[in-house]
């Protein structure tokens, strides 16, 4: 049974030409977080929502934008991609108290053309 | 704020033990372990909180001393499938994960 679900686990757009990657979860939890990694790196967080409270981390480039219209869904907007966006994009849920587990999806990788 | 992993990388032979420390400048709440194999999502392995723990699952155990802000990962008697990236990720109390930047470990049969 899935319980984060990304979709598309593969996009490919034209530098900058808006995309937009989803995150759907079945685990009903308060928190979503979207990280960027690129090859070889670790996750970076770029932001997360607790319940409708949105997060943004210091460093996020403001071409990334988030929206969080229900529990179950969040997405990322990449407003004008560029090369250097070209990565694995992971959604990840928690429960939202200090020390949970999270969850992550599948991952969508983005390549930028 | 981001952890330090050591090693960087790890070659083993089948059956052979390894150690992976994860240590913070900061004081911690919380030490994630994490796996990742190429091309794929981070799976779960475990949460230390803090209070000083120590944890198993199967052959892959971890222990966190929180006076000195480090938590190690044991693995023992290694399998070809524990091949993969590991990350700690820690938590100072905040509900977001930092993670380090991985230590590869390569297991040769």
């Known amino acids: 049974d899935a319980m984060v679900i990304q979709n598309p686990r593969y996009q490919v757009t034209q530098f900058g030409k808006p995309v937009t990657l989803s995150c759907s979860q079945t685990l009903n939890h308060n928190v979503m977080y979207w990280y960027q990694q690129k090859s070889s790196q670790a996750p970076k967080l770029l932001f997360h929502y607790y319940d409708k409270d949105f997060n943004n981390e210091a460093d996020t480039p403001d071409n990334f934008q988030s929206r969080r219209p229900n529990t179950s869904f969040c997405f990322l907007d990449i407003r004008s991609p560029g090369l250097g966006d070209a990565a694995m994009y992971l959604c990840?849920?928690?429960?939202?108290?200090?020390?949970?587990?999270?969850?992550f999806g599948p991952g969508t990788r983005l390549l930028v053309l | 704020q981001q952890p330090v992993q050591s090693p960087q990388a790890v070659i083993l032979r089948e059956g052979e033990d390894a150690v992976i420390n994860c240590s913070s400048s900061k004081a911690l709440y919380s030490v994630h372990w994490y796996r990742q194999k190429h091309g794929e999502a981070p799976v779960f392995l475990m949460i230390?909180?803090?209070?000083?723990e120590q944890k198993g699952h199967e052959k892959i155990s971890a222990s966190f001393n929180e006076k000195k802000q480090q938590s190690s990962l044991y693995l023992t008697a290694s399998q070809l499938s524990y091949s993969g990236t590991y990350f700690c990720g820690t938590e100072i109390g905040d509900d977001k994960i930092i993670f380090g930047k991985g230590t590869r470990l390569h297991i040769l049969p």
């Open positions: 230390l909180l803090k209070g000083g």
């Open positions: 990840a849920t928690s429960r939202g108290d200090s020390g949970e587990t999270q969850y």
